[in-house]
């Protein structure tokens, strides 16, 4: 009983990862019906952007420049992070997709492809090839819950990780850009037809994204301090999964689908030898999407592309 | 004149849409567009909006502005012209409300907007009736009223309806153009693309025949009811 809340416990901050970074990649397939297969790379880009602010925070609070506590020198990390990496998933789609908007949806797959590969590469060759360890903003704490280890650091992450969903929620239900955002899902041609710059939404779509996956990465810096530039490549890929799972732009099932995956993950290598995991977890995702292929909350409706 | 078209070319691909048609509309006139499937009525109402790109040498101006310098956004936003696209094509997974809302996108004129929205609301009571239902659940008529009511939130200097009576049994068809007629009443310039000749020249003052992509006819709505051309290719005899 104590292993298998045990594993809940660390489900649940995988599931974290998993599923703010397929918020971003669901946002953009659904509003904008593309995969922005750069989106693993820009959570790596996030987080390296978080190592940075903290380690510039950090070294500021040495020099006796700042005194900030280190909570909020996280705090800040993450806010900065996120609002820089939203620019640059902007820049992303404006250099990389909306050239792209009416040329065949494979031209934009492999100029995501593109796009990550170059991002990727372009920190090897600003940083070099070795790793990068993000300062240790907080110290490890664990409480012992009945034979449950729990660490201060992975209820921050799930903590921080359900508080980002819910504002990403709020956002998309009660604005008039997550308005504009829905009903681009349905209807991608009739929205000019509102007053609504289709290029406002699109590149706020990315920004949503990639903060999202900046926040992500920096929360993953805080479990596991050891960053390098193809961090985002396997991410990238499950997270895709996950949104795939959890339907076409919908938010709620992407979150959903991010810890699924979280737990099945956690749970077969709870059960089987983990050189199986991944080949046993995906067959099982796999298999969902046999009897469910629009996923959980995916309607088998396509957006409306043509006047 | 409000909007002027001038030589108006638009293709797809290799197919010729429209070969270089002209046609105007004066303020606070409800003009109508006849014609027969693929006559390429639509497609003048998607040029008007910038849906479409059209060829060189087209020219349309509105109030003598040039409206190939305005985005699609643009021409409802800064200059009024609003849309009512074939089909309607309501977010059938916003609310009513949020449908109307969602038209007022790039205004900023909020006191405007809640004045507006009570006129839609006595306009089409029934759009008040279902206002926090999704869009996707209206009924065929509803659907429509909350169409046009969208286009009046979003600008209504001029209103483009492409085919409103389409799929609408006669009596709602009758709610919806009296509401039309009432819209322009109060101001709103109206360009109409029927397949309906008979029932868009008795709602039009004047109207403009479209065949294959060319205007082949043009005058005043009684004129063309009474041609005997018109009466023999559209009105049944």
Not at chain 1, 175 to 195: C, H, I, S, Y
Not at chain 1, 263 to 283: C, G, K, N
Not at chain 2, 50 to 78: C, H, I, Q
Request: net charge positive.
């Amino acid at each position: 009983m104590t292993s298998f809340l045990q594993n809940i416990v660390n489900a649940l901050q995988w599931g974290s990862f998993y599923a703010l970074i397929a918020l971003g990649y669901s946002m953009v397939y659904g509003v904008l019906m593309l995969f922005n297969f750069a989106h693993g790379d820009i959570f790596m880009v996030g987080a390296y952007i978080g190592f940075f602010v903290s380690t510039g925070l950090v070294a500021l609070s040495a020099l006796g420049a700042l005194t900030l506590p280190s909570w909020l020198i996280l705090t800040l990390t993450i806010i900065v992070a996120m609002f820089l990496t939203s620019f640059v998933g902007m820049l992303v789609e404006r250099i990389g997709y909306r050239p792209l908007r009416g040329a065949p949806r494979a031209s934009a797959a492999i100029t995501g492809l593109m796009i990550g590969i170059i991002l990727e590469t372009g920190n090897l060759a600003l940083l070099g090839a070795q790793r990068v360890s993000f300062p240790a903003l907080i110290e490890s704490v664990t409480y012992n819950i009945g034979g449950v280890f729990v660490t201060n650091k992975k209820v921050l992450i799930v903590v921080v990780s359900l508080l980002l969903m819910f504002a990403l929620h709020q956002f998309v239900q009660r604005t008039k850009w997550g308005m504009a955002m829905r009903a681009m899902a349905v209807d991608f041609v009739v929205v000019p037809l509102m007053g609504v710059p289709l290029n406002t939404i699109a590149a706020l779509t990315f920004a949503l994204g990639s903060g999202l996956a900046a926040a992500a990465g920096i929360l993953f810096g805080v479990a596991y301090p050891v960053l390098d530039p193809y961090m985002g490549i396997l991410f990238g890929w499950k997270a895709f999964v996950a949104a795939i799972l959890g339907g076409r732009g919908s938010i709620l099932g992407a979150a959903l689908a991010g810890f699924l995956l979280g737990f099945i993950e956690i749970f077969v290598a709870a059960i089987f030898p983990s050189t199986l995991r991944d080949l046993i977890a995906y067959s099982i995702i796999l298999l969902i999407l046999t009897f469910r292929p629009h996923g959980f909350f995916g309607e088998a409706y396509s957006a409306k592309l043509r006047l | 004149m409000l909007l002027s078209v001038e030589n108006l070319h638009v293709s797809y691909g290799q197919i010729k849409a429209l070969h270089g048609i002209n046609f105007h509309i004066d303020e606070g006139e409800i003009v109508c567009i006849i014609g027969a499937n693929g006559a390429g009525k639509s497609t003048t109402l998607r040029a008007i909006s910038r849906l479409v790109p059209v060829e060189k040498n087209s020219r349309m101006t509105y109030t003598g502005l040039n409206l190939l310098d305005y985005s699609a956004d643009k021409v409802v936003s800064e200059l009024g012209i609003s849309h009512v696209p074939e089909g309607r094509r309501l977010f059938g997974n916003l609310t009513v409300m949020e449908n109307l809302k969602l038209a007022t996108f790039a205004r900023k004129d909020n006191a405007q907007i809640a004045q507006d929205l009570v006129r839609v609301f006595a306009i089409f009571p029934r759009l008040k009736e279902r206002m926090t239902q999704k869009a996707g659940t209206l009924s065929g008529g509803e659907q429509q009223m909350l169409a046009v009511g969208r286009a009046f939130m979003s600008g209504r200097k001029v209103m483009l309806l492409d085919e409103p009576s389409m799929g609408l049994a006669p009596l709602l068809m009758m709610d919806v153009f009296n509401a039309l007629k009432e819209i322009n009443a109060e101001g709103t310039t109206i360009l109409l693309v029927e397949q309906n000749a008979r029932l868009a020249l008795q709602f039009a003052q004047r109207g403009y025949v479209l065949e294959t992509g060319s205007v082949v006819l043009e005058g005043n709505s009684d004129d063309l009811l009474t041609n005997p051309e018109v009466k023999k290719a559209y009105l049944g005899g």
